[in-house]
């Protein structure tokens, strides 16, 4: 019983739970990015280069013969692949640049100040609590 135990204690964790939603939410990402791939960017890109569809090349290897399928090397759907991951990992490395630009914000503002800055409020504030002699101009 004990292993159950610390099974559900492992799928419980809080990074554990987050890492599953992240799957799930990648997946459905994935699922929109080769949408968009295929439905909105091939077609023009296809139409640019004489009307082919990407998803239908191939090179054929072996000609079907009676019931033998034929046997071919179907390039154009590893083509729609290959753009799709490119753009994945182009919005992923936007995403991250986005939360690592954000974190250094909130590291910096969370820093406490320099020694330097310290000494300098303190000469400041000695600064302003001095009285003023009768010759100053301030």
């Known amino acids: 019983m004990g292993m ?13 739970m987050d890492m599953a939603i992240g799957i799930i939410i990648g997946a459905a990402f994935g699922k929109i990015v080769s ?10 890109l296809g139409l640019l280069l ?15 013969v009676g019931n033998t399928a ?3 090397l179907n390039y154009g759907a590893f083509l729609q ?5 490119v753009i994945v990992a182009f919005a992923i490395f936007l995403m991250i640049r986005g939360i690592n630009s954000m974190r250094k914000k909130q590291e910096a503002a969370s820093l406490p100040p320099s020694s330097q800055e310290v000494l300098l409020a303190e000469i400041r504030d000695l600064l302003k609590a001095r009285p003023l002699s009768a010759g100053s101009s301030r």
């Open 4 to 16: 159950v135990k610390e099974f559900k204690e492992f799928a419980m964790k809080g990074n554990m």
């Open 35 to 44: 949408s968009v791939v295929a439905d909105v960017l091939m077609p023009p």
């Open 50 to 64: 004489g009307g082919v569809n990407f998803t239908g090349l191939k090179l054929t290897l072996r000609e079907a």
């Open 70 to 72: 034929a046997v071919t």
């Open 81 to 85: 692949t290959v753009v799709d991951f």
